[in-house]
């Protein structure tokens, strides 16, 4: 069976940790590639304003182009409503039966599973990769992660990988007080939010 990982999020913008963070599954998992899967509507993020959906889309396009092992996916952008991790699962389930899904996070969000949509179904229909994020230990994920998996029966896998405290949301205030984000994002990314004038207020939000 293909052993295909799945990067999701707003990407708003993509930016180097979640490039770092898929490519250290890739390699230590032995994936065979890795989607980035922009979301359209996620349950958490409802009230706040979010890029337009192409701005989004693009700037995964140009983050991603030089990596054969990594591929857009569109999944979540063309459905309609909010965007539940559980339905996403489901529906590439029925149309890859023979692929094993690899859903990677950071280890805050490993934390809130259980809060979200369906969670018995995520954990059926994919293995779970985490990695350290914010203020957890290593210990901390490694317990979570047992916990999870004796409950739900999941399959979790702990990512030995550097912790970047890089944030969407600070880069998105950065560039609006007019800060260089470069390095943070890949060039291509930093030059197009630079062209369209992203987060500063003077142009597309």
Known sequence: MMKIGIMGGTFNPIHMAHLILAQSALEQ??????????????PHKCNEIITEDWHREKM???????????????VELTREGTTYTADTLQELTIQNPDVTY???????????????????????????????????????????????SSKYGA?????????????????????GKGCSIRYYVP???????????LFSGKGQK
């Open 187 to 197: 060039d291509a990314v930093c030059d197009y939010i630079m062209e369209h004038h």
């Open 60 to 74: 995964v396009e140009l983050a991603i182009k030089d990596n054969p092992y990594f591929e857009l996916s569109r």
């Open 102 to 148: 690899y859903f990677i996070m950071g280890a805050d969000s490993l934390f809130q599973m259980e809060s979200w949509w369906e969670p018995q179904v995520i954990f059926r229909l994919a293995h779970i990769v985490a990695a350290v994020r914010g203020n957890e230990t290593r210990q901390e994920l490694r317990d979570q992660a047992e916990l999870l």
């Open 29 to 42: 998992l032995g994936l065979d590639k890795v989607l980035f899967m922009p979301s359209k509507r996620p």
């Open 155 to 175: 399959f979790i896998h702990i990512l030995n990988t550097p912790y970047l405290d890089i944030a969407s949301h600070d880069l998105r205030n950065m560039a």
